[in-house]
Each structure stands twice: as structure tokens, then as C-alpha cells.
């Protein structure tokens, strides 16, 4: 009886399989191109754009654009790549900066090369280097994660300072700073999640460095910049410079409810702190603090992600035809999506356009994006290895060490210990 | 007079704390209703009265996804996932109850066995599995590995202990066949077993997250807790749009549970003797 | 087995047998076997995705000198060891006091006990996150009534995420035993009861020495239960704290999906993870199955 229901079931389905098969035979022509994103308000959304450029000059093409939690897509596709089944992945898939050698080395094959279509030379290097493998590249580069510091003009105000106060300082004056203006306003410098890690991320790669050396190996117990990055973070946790928050949603509230008076982080994040509008007018921004040590300098990177091309996709060619016309050519392009969305595209030439020399009101009329653009080619270039992830939860477990006054020598020491056994 | 004041401090005493419990138990259901009429500040602030943002809370929550859609995707894949595993496990729990042998006992217990498998360890294995049977991105494709649970299985085969024998062999010496056995006498005798298990094996469906998450990828197929999940950790959660739609998911299980609440203590009273 | 000579009413109620469970063995077969068996021959490789070799046994070499397994393997324990005896006794001490016979309102109180488990995971996890947060309604509660004057950093502190979870799971879980044992409870004659206590034995004496030995089947069912379902904790882990902060509410369960799905994926090396879950499990219940007979 079960059965037969099932074969029903089936019967139904094909049924309708068949009504719609008819109706994508009537439209034989036409390409849908899917692609899989995660942020509605950023990346989906300006991929919705690239998307509506490209049909209006290719009207068979049409776009399916997928929106899922980050950790989500990213589960998604680690599972179906390990499968090795194809035919239920994207065209187009988003992934962070981060994970992207992780990917490239793990499946094989599995991500269509670009090189030979796309001229990869008019992107800022750091990119290209990231999405590199045997001689080959991988992906088309989207979005910077080029950092700056954000401040509230009117609260150090209150402790004395200016704008003038704020440019390429050092994370020690970072401190005094902040302990100045809490005693001056009552509010902390700014809100960290104690679990994170992106400010030790942030302080090493402004020397160029990683947890591993250009081959790859491991580079912890000898690496200055990070014992610099560690020895700043402790001072960070036990002077109390900053309110605890956890997660993202908390973090974000801490800004926009204007608990603190800086955010640390990457150009990305401006759309949120533009979110909240009442704050316009209050907001400055300035280079990121640079580290005490040799090599350390006020431009750094954080996150930022690009769009690889899977090798199994229906629409593989288009795809990469798609990518190449907007992404590597339309300059435009990029002055919508800055002014649409606060995305800093990491096609130099897009910084030309007009959008990149705008004075905007919400922080207080400085060309914003003119600067972060300057940054940008000062950021460090890294190699992340395929082992960041596992880097960050060794740095991550033993910042409770860090907080009790464990010697940083030590817990750089715990760090190696962590890591080289995950690198199996 | 003595045991009296005793009892009676007693009597408070127990009060008291069954009324904590209680108190507790219901705290997070309330702070989820009167977060769903707060806005998203107004949530992580920890505010604690009703406010005016509910039906704005459910416009943007309407705005952003199909919520009737969602619905009827979790509801298909509850109902039927329960149909089947209620079908399937309770022949197995009486065949391997009422009809006993050695081979058979060994494979019950080898079946008992697999509950201790975490869903992690199969999770890839399942998934190629899935996708060489063509079922990803489908609702069979999250049911079919969800129906043989070995805990319904042995929830079934305790149960069915209860089942007066007498029964059967009134049945069989009646001229019943096997099987209109189990579907004419089991199954109606067995009611409140069945809306007991009715009630579990539905809400497993129902909550499920990791498998579906894995299986079924275009939107048009996603279900309440899936749309929950991707609510929760996007870059900008809205609180209160978030607590909306945690209280859409909350509510179908409350009201199953509501509607089957006495058959469901009568089931759970069968399944322990 | 199968011998000519066997009686023929044997052989029917043979073959009944297999067709009455045979649905639920292809199924098993089909989603449950032959998946384990694939990843056992998983687990004898280690690798990068796809990118893997033959190690046999060498991932198990790797177990002992994995500082993070040893991290989730102690959480682990920690939870079992904290939050089931907690859950368990909460759940005996609430069924018997539901259990008493002239008690009011028993119906809606035992509903409302019940309720949280009919919550999903991922929803009843979104509420506790935004419950615990830095400013959430429990540090403004807790400050209001004056018990805490700075708030508590619940989820950002090592010790205080560990208490949020087994404050959730406890929160989810409790009133679901607790129906257990009040159904047992109501199958308990009550002229023990009366009898005992005709005797002048103290209610707390009675619940020890007629309750408890009476509920012992249940007892363990229950521990046993929630001794898989702990030592496979996820669903909450990942949602309210992702393991943090520091690993430390790391699970099991939520290593093995961070080496298939966040670190470099290895596959192989989280089948082997995974088994060590199995094994655990069949050793907890084979020692609480052996404790509770031993008392008989």
C-alpha cells in the first residue's frame, strides 16, 4: 500500500514536471544564471544590479539570485563539492576572501579558471594573489575589506580631541585616547565581542603578515606581529577599553545606539552605521592605528569576499562572460553600488569615477571614499593559507589565558601547540 | 492539629515551587510575545511591556518572505514525515513485539543501536545518497531519511506490551488476516498510542533543521525553521521581525499539542507499562 | 534455521513477522546502515575535501593529540555530568509533587511544565540568545531586583555560556522527562502509599524508598535518553554561542560539523570524531543499564 502511494506520488509529480517542462520549452533560448549570496542588504543586492545591467543588454539572460545565512551557503556548498554531486550547485557562488584558498585546494576542479577572459591586472594585487593556484586564477574580485577607523566626532570632542587627533595614531595612543573619553563622556571607546578576533586579524596583516609565511608553514611562535597584536588585545581586555557584546546584531546595536565612540573594521560596515541617520554629521573617519613594531602601517584589511564561477554550472560560459562584462569593465557599475550600498569595489579604475570624490554630509563632509580608496593600495598583501579558520579558533582559545596575564610568549606558544595539530 | 500545620506548610511549600517552575517554564514564551510587538532596539534592550510594532513586525516579515508558502512547505513536510513514520514504525514495533524471533530480536537490537549514531556522522554519506536518487531540493528528499527512526520503533514495540493478546487471538480465531488484525483491531485499540507518537514524531518533523538545511536549496522550498535560522544570523537582524516568526513557528506545535493533549498522556501512560 | 520439518504455522508467523517490519528494515538499511558503513571507510582517510588518502587507522593516532577534541570532549562531560543529574531530579521532585492527590490545578500546571519541549531548537535557541544578551531582559531583570549590579556577560564569559546552555537545555528538556515519570508514577499502586504512610514514614522517606525503586525502568530510559541526546548536543551550542566564546561550549556534535564545514573540510576526520560519540554512548548506557540491575 505504501508503495503503491508512492508511485502515485510519482505519478503526480511527473505530471507536473511535464506542464512545466512545457513551458521552458516555449522559452528555449533563454539562460538562467543562479547565484548564491548571503547579505540582502549588500551583496545580493548589488548582485540584483550587475544582474539587471547585464539583461538589459542580453535580454535571453535572466538571473536567480539565492539569499542565505553565510554560515548556511557556506555549509551547502562544502557538502554538495564533497559530494561531488553538481547539478543542485549555482553558477555563480559568493565566498569570503578568507575561505577562498580553503576552497580552491580542497575541491579541486571544482571552480571554473578565469584567467585568459578576465585582465586580471587592473585589480589591487592583494585580490588576485588570494584567488591564485597553480599558475591559474579563480573568481572575479568583488568587494574590499579595507579598514578604517570610525569616530564620533562629538564625543572626543567632549575628552578634548579633533579630527586632527585621530590620523595615523598607534594602538598605545588608541588606548589613551580611550580612556580619556570615557571619562569624559562615560561611554567605552568601543564594543567588541571578547570572542572575536578581527582586531588581531586587522593589527597583523597591517605588517603583512598571517599566521603562515608566504610557503604556507606556520608562523606563530616567532611572528612579531602577532605577539605585537596579542600584547595590544590583552591591554584591550584588562584596561577595559571596550563593552562586551556578542554576536553581530549586538555589536552593530552598540554603534547605532551610540554606546561607543569607534568602530574598527571594514569599509563594508559604513552601511551600517549610516543605518542610523540621526547620528548623521557625527561620524568621522580615519586610517586604522598602526602597530609599535617595524613594517606596521595604518591600512589594513578585513573580510571582503569575490564571486567564483562553478566548473559544473548549466551556465558556466555565460557566467563568466556575465562577471567580466560588469565586474572588470563597467565602471559605472561601481559608482552605483558605492552610493546604492557603501561597497568599494577593488577595480582601480572604479576609484576614477565620480562617486569616489563625493563629500558626504553623514561624516560631516569628508570625501570618505576617497580616503579608503588611498588606503586600499596601502593594504599589506598576505597569504591566508587554507588554514585560517583553524588559526582563528587557536588565537580565539586562548584569549581567556590572554585576559588572566598569561605571558604572551606562552600563549603564542598554546597557539603553535593548537595549530600544527589541526594542520593534518 | 500537628500533621495538619505540617501538611499544610507542606501544601505552600509545593505551591511555591511548582508556581516558580511554572513561572519559569512560561517566561520565555511570554518575552517572545511581547518582544514580537517591540521593535528591533526595543528587543535587545530587554524591554519587557507590550509595545505598537506587531503588525509592522509582520508586514516587514511578509515583505521579505512568502509566508504562506513557508507554511504550507512545513506543514507538507510535518504531516506526511508523520504519516509515514506512524505507518512504518508501528508495523515494525508490532511485528517485532507480536511476532518474536531470534534473527529478528537481533536486528531490533541492532536497530536500538543506531540511535546512538550522531546525524553528523551520516550526514555526507545521506547526502550522496540523496543526490544519486535525484531527491535534493525536494520534500521526499528530507521525509524519506527521517521516517525509520529507531526511537518510535521502540516507543511502538513498548506500547504494543500493553496490547491485551486476547484480542488477537479472538481476532485470528475470527479469520482475520495478519494484517486486518493490526488495522482493525490494533490500530483503533492503539488510538492513544498513536496520538502520543502523532505528537513527537510531529514535532521532529516540524522543528527539523540540519537535514533540511542540507537537502533543500531554492528558496520556494525552504521551511519555518530554515527561514528562522537565515533570520537569525543575517548581517542585520530585526529582532522583532525575528520574534514574529519565531512565534509562527512555535504556535502550529502548540496547538497540535494543545488539540491531542489528553490522548497524549494516555499514549505516554501505555508506552511505560 | 530453515529446516523442512518445521511446522507450517511457524513458517506463517514467520513471514508475517518479516513483512510487518520489513518497511522499516529497507528503510533502516537504505538510510542508516549503509550510510554508517560509508562513513567507516571514511574514516580511515584523512585530507583536504575531496583531496584525501588512506590513513586507516591514523586518524584515531590524531584524536590524542588534538587539543580542541580534548576541549569538546571535556564540555562534553561537563554538560552530562552537571546538567542531566540536575534535569532528572528537577524532573522527579516536579512529578511528585504533581503526583500529589489533593493538589489543585495539576492539569494546567503539568501543561505549562511540558510546554517548552514542543518549541523547535533553532526558535527556542534564537529566544534564549536575545534573552541572555549584555542588555537583554535578564541583566535588566536580575538589576532591577537588585541581585546584580553590573550585568552579567553571559554569553561572552567561558563560565557563563557553559551555564546559558544547560540553563536552555535543562529549560527544554525537564518538563518531557517529567511526563515520563508522572505517567509511571500514576501506575504505582496507592495503597503502598497508604500503607507507609499508616506506617508514620516521612513523604521524603516514602519518595526515596517506594517512588524512586518503582520508577527505576523509567529512571533510566529517561538518563539514558538524555545521555545520547547530550553527548549529541547541537542544535543549541551552534545557535545561542557557536561554542564560544573560546571553545568553550564546544560540543562534539559542533566539532564535528566545524572540520566538515568551517575548517578545511575533512571529512574522514569528523567520521572518526563522530564514532568516538558512538562509543561513548554505548559505554555510559552499558554502565547505567549494569548500575541499575546490580541494586536489584
Known amino acids: 500500500m505504501n508503495f503503491a502511494k508512492r508511485t502515485t506520488l510519482k505519478a503526480i509529480a511527473g505530471l507536473a514536471f511535464a506542464s512545466t517542462g512545457m513551458f521552458s520549452a516555449a522559452a528555449a533560448s533563454a539562460k538562467e544564471v543562479t547565484v548564491w549570496a548571503w547579505d540582502p542588504n549588500f551583496n545580493i543586492a548589488i548582485m540584483k544590479e550587475a544582474g539587471a545591467r547585464y539583461t538589459a543588454k542580453h535580454p535571453d539572460v535572466t538571473f536567480k539570485i539565492v539569499d542565505m545565512a553565510k554560515a548556511d551557503l557556506e555549509q551547502k556548498l562544502q557538502t554538495t563539492l564533497a559530494s561531488g554531486v553538481t547539478k543542485t550547485l549555482p553558477d555563480i557562488v559568493l565566498i569570503e576572501d578568507y575561505n577562498a584558498p580553503k576552497y580552491l585546494r580542497s575541491f579541486p576542479g571544482a571552480f571554473a579558471p578565469m584567467s585568459g577572459v578576465v585582465d586580471y591586472k587592473q585589480f589591487a594585487k592583494y585580490k588576485v594573489d588570494l584567488m591564485s593556484m597553480g599558475g591559474k586564477v579563480y573568481g572575479l574580485p568583488f568587494d574590499a575589506g579595507v579598514t578604517g577607523m570610525y569616530y564620533r566626532r562629538d564625543m572626543i570632542a567632549k575628552a578634548g580631541f579633533s579630527d586632527k587627533d585621530m590620523q595615523n595614531i598607534t594602538w598605545d595612543r588608541f588606548i589613551e585616547i580611550a580612556k580619556k573619553v570615557e571619562a569624559a563622556t562615560g561611554k567605552k571607546m568601543m564594543a567588541m565581542d571578547p570572542q572575536d578576533i578581527a582586531l588581531i586579524r586587522i593589527m597583523m596583516q597591517s605588517t603583512g603578515r598571517w599566521y603562515f609565511d608566504a610557503n604556507g608553514k606556520l608562523d606563530i611562535k616567532n611572528n612579531p606581529a602577532l605577539k605585537a597584536a596579542l600584547e595590544v588585545e590583552a591591554k584591550l581586555i584588562t584596561q577595559n577599553v571596550f563593552k562586551p557584546t556578542a554576536g553581530w546584531g549586538e555589536w552593530v546595536g552598540a554603534f547605532n545606539k551610540g554606546d561607543v565612540a569607534s568602530v574598527l573594521s571594514g569599509v563594508w560596515i559604513t552601511g551600517s552605521i549610516k543605518a542610523e541617520a540621526s547620528q548623521s554629521g557625527k561620524w568621522g573617519v580615519a586610517p586604522i592605528p598602526a602597530l609599535n613594531i617595524k613594517g606596521s602601517v595604518n591600512a589594513s584589511n578585513l573580510g571582503g569576499s569575490s564571486w567564483y564561477v562553478l566548473a559544473g554550472g548549466k551556465e558556466k560560459n555565460t557566467a563568466i562572460d556575465f562577471l567580466n562584462a560588469i565586474y572588470a569593465k563597467d565602471v559605472d557599475f561601481y559608482q552605483v553600488i558605492l552610493q546604492s550600498r557603501g561597497a568599494v569595489g577593488t577595480m582601480l579604475a572604479s576609484r576614477n569615477g565620480k562617486a569616489y570624490s563625493e563629500a558626504d554630509p553623514f561624516f560631516g563632509g569628508a570625501k570618505v571614499w576617497q580616503s579608503f580608496s588611498d588606503w586600499l593600495v596601502k593594504v599589506p598583501s598576505v597569504n591566508y593559507g587554507i588554514y585560517t579558520a583553524e588559526g582563528d579558533a587557536a588565537v580565539a582559545a586562548q584569549l581567556p589565558n590572554l585576559a588572566q596575564g598569561m605571558p604572551v610568549d606562552k600563549v603564542l606558544d598554546n597557539i603553535q601547540q593548537q595549530l600544527a595539530s589541526q594542520m593534518k | ?273 | 534455521m530453515g529446516q523442512a520439518a518445521r511446522p507450517a504455522s511457524r513458517r506463517f508467523y514467520d513471514i508475517n513477522g518479516w513483512c510487518f517490519v520489513s518497511a522499516a528494515l529497507a528503510l533502516i538499511a537504505a538510510f542508516m546502515v549503509y550510510p554508517i558503513c560509508q562513513s567507516l571507510w571514511m574514516s580511515l582517510h584523512s585530507g583536504q575535501g575531496t583531496v584525501t588518502e588512506f590513513v586507516g587507522l591514523g586518524n584515531i593516532g590524531r584524536l590524542t593529540s588534538d587539543p580542541i577534541f580534548i576541549k569538546a570532549l571535556s564540555n562534553t562531560f561537563v554538560f552530562l555530568i552537571v546538567q542531566v543529574p540536575i534535569m532528572i531530579v528537577l524532573a522527579l521532585v516536579m512529578a511528585s509533587c504533581l503526583n500529589m492527590p489533593n493538589l489543585k490545578a495539576k492539569g494546567i500546571i503539568r501543561t505549562i511544565i511540558f510546554l517548552p519541549c514542543v518549541t523547535s531548537l533553532v526558535a527556542y535557541s534564537v529566544l534564549f540568545k536575545s534573552m541572555f544578551s549584555y542588555d537583554g531582559v535578564i541583566n535588566s531583570t536580575l538589576a532591577y531586583l537588585g541581585l546584580i549590579s553590573e550585568p552579567i556577560p553571559w554569553l561572552s564569559d567561558p563560565f557563563w555560556a557553559k551555564v546559558v546552555i544547560i540553563i536552555a537545555v535543562t529549560w527544554r528538556w525537564t518538563g518531557y522527562n517529567m511526563i515520563f515519570y508522572l505517567a509511571a508514577m500514576q501506575n504505582i499502586d496507592k495503597s503502598i502509599y497508604e500503607a507507609a504512610r499508616i506506617d508514620g514514614i516521612s513523604a521524603f522517606r516514602r519518595f526515596i524508598s517506594i517512588t524512586i525503586p518503582m520508577l527505576k525502568p523509567v529512571i533510566l530510559f529517561t538518563t539514558v535518553t538524555s545521555t545520547i541526546g547530550t553527548l549529541q548536543l547541537f542544535d543549541e551550542a551552534m545557535n545561542i554561542t557557536s561554542g564560544g566564546p573560546s571553545d568553550s561550549t564546544l560540543t562534539l556534535s559542533l566539532y564535528i560539523y566545524n572540520l566538515s564545514f568551517k575548517f578545511v573540510p575533512n571529512f574522514g576526520y569528523a567520521a572518526t570524531v563522530s564514532y568516538v560519540i558512538v562509543i561513548l554512548v554505548a559505554i555510559l548506557a552499558f554502565i547505567q543499564f549494569y548500575a541499575a540491575r546490580e541494586r536489584e
Open chain 2, 1 to 273: 492539629m500537628m500533621i495538619n500545620w505540617v501538611e499544610k506548610i507542606r501544601n505552600a511549600l509545593t505551591y511555591t515551587f511548582l508556581g516558580v517552575m511554572a513561572f519559569l517554564s512560561l517566561f520565555p514564551f511570554g518575552w517572545m510575545v511581547i518582544s514580537a510587538t517591540n521593535t528591533s532596539t526595543d528587543v535587545t534592550k530587554g524591554k519587557l511591556s507590550f509595545g505598537s510594532a506587531l503588525f509592522s513586525n509582520i508586514g516587514k516579515f511578509a515583505e521579505q518572505f512568502n509566508i504562506g508558502l513557508i507554511f504550507w512547505n512545513s506543514a507538507k513536510v510535518a504531516i506526511l514525515g508523520t504519516l509515514f513514520t506512524l505507518l512504518v514504525s508501528s508495523l515494525a514495533g508490532y511485528g517485532f513485539e507480536v511476532f518474536r524471533s531470534r534473527a529478528r530480536e537481533r536486528l531490533y537490537q541492532g536497530l536500538l543501536l543506531t540511535m546512538m549514531i550522531p546525524f553528523a556522522a551520516l550526514m555526507i554519506p545521506l547526502f550522496i545518497l540523496m543526490a544519486s536518487a535525484d531527491m535534493l531540493d525536494t520534500h521526499a528528499g528530507v521525509i524519506l531519511p527521517l521516517i525509520s527512526s529507531a526511537y518510535i520503533i521502540f516507543y511502538f514495540r513498548q506500547s504494543t506490551k500493553a496490547f491485551p493478546g486476547e484480542l488477537r487471538d479472538a481476532a485470528r480465531v475470527d479469520g482475520l488476516k495478519e494484517w486486518q488484525i493490526f488495522l482493525f483491531v490494533y490500530v483503533p485499540v492503539m488510538r492513544s498510542t498513536y496520538a502520543a507518537a502523532f505528537i513527537i514524531v510531529f514535532m521532529m518533523f516540524w522543528n527539523s533543521f540540519l537535514w533540511p538545511l542540507i537537502v533543500l536549496q531554492s528558496p520556494e522550498m525552504k521551511t519555518i525553521t530554515l527561514v528562522l535560522s537565515s533570520m537569525g544570523s543575517a548581517y542585520f537582524p530585526d529582532f522583532g521581525v525575528i520574534m514574529v516568526a519565531t512565534v509562527m513557528a512555535t504556535l502550529p506545535t502548540l496547538v497540535v499539542f494543545f488539540a491531542m493533549q489528553r490522548q497524549f498522556v494516555q499514549g505516554m501512560l501505555g508506552s511505560i507499562k
